[in-house]
């Protein structure tokens, strides 16, 4: 199985990201998560990526496609992957192709997640985030048991610095711009595959999860 999770910031890539990857056996690849580690350990990397990230802006092409290269050749994509928030530009579409194709392989699907702008923005500013163990909640969707702290650690949660209401709207202009071309990209290569995705994470999920079972690994 090697599918693509695309659309708008918010519409739950990640939340399924995480399910499919374990009920499917296959590795999950999400560039944010990949960022937001290289932000907290301060590597070079993650200095550079920061302020993109803090205001909503995208990471440079050549540094995601550098990260995701060096995943895909990782052992544990053998079985499959699921690419969450990656490729996000035309560039970072080619240049996965060709990763792909110099390695004798090629996507399967490209699910093409859509929510309501309104329920986007909903779900963004009600996020909350473990800074220690990076569990999300969402403040209704997905409550901790007691408010504010982390049910798996009990670290005190906190907010994204790109799910500020300045930052959200910023994702969203990105989107628009640098991303929704892809969404022609893969419908022209017919790979793409429309995605209600404003129901509960459980029906999404559920949904989901029929239409990839097809792609599942023998
Ligand atoms: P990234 O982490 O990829 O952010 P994003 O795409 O904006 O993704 P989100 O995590 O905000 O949304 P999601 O669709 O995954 O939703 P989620 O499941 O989390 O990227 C962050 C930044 O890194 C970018 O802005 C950029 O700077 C940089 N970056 C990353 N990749 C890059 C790339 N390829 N190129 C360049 N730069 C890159 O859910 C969101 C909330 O909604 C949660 O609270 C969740 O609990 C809730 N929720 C989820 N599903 C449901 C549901 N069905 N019903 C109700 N609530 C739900």
């Not at 990526?49 to 995943?71: F, I, S, T, Y």
């Not at 005190?156 to 071309?181: C, F, V």
């Amino acid at each position: 199985m090697r599918v693509v999770f695309l659309g708008a910031p918010g519409v739950g890539k990640g939340t399924q990201a995480d399910r499919i990857a374990a009920q499917f056996q296959v590795a999950k690849i999400s560039t944010g998560d990949l960022l937001r580690e290289a932000v907290r350990n301060r590597t070079v990397l993650g200095l550079e990526a920061k302020n993109c990230m803090d205001q909503g802006n995208l990471v440079p092409d050549d540094v995601v496609v550098r990260l995701v290269r060096e995943k895909l050749a990782d052992a544990n994509c053998a079985n499959g992957f699921v690419l969450d928030g990656f490729p996000r530009t035309v560039p970072q579409a080619e240049a996965l192709g060709r990763v792909l194709s110099a390695n004798g392989m090629a996507l399967d699907l490209v699910v093409n997640f859509q929510v309501p702008r309104e329920d986007i923005v909903r779900r963004l500013s009600g996020r909350r985030s473990c800074p220690k163990c990076q569990a999300t909640f969402h403040v209704d969707f997905a409550p901790p048991k007691v408010d504010g702290i982390c049910d798996r650690c009990g670290e005190l949660l906190g907010q994204r610095s790109d799910d500020r209401r300045d930052a959200i709207e910023m994702r969203l202009k990105i989107y628009n711009e640098q991303t929704a071309p892809l969404v022609r990209y893969y419908d022209e290569r017919q790979l793409l595959h429309p995605m209600d995705a404003s129901g509960a994470v459980d029906v999404v999920f559920q949904h989901l999860s029929q239409e990839l079972a097809p792609y599942r690994a023998t």
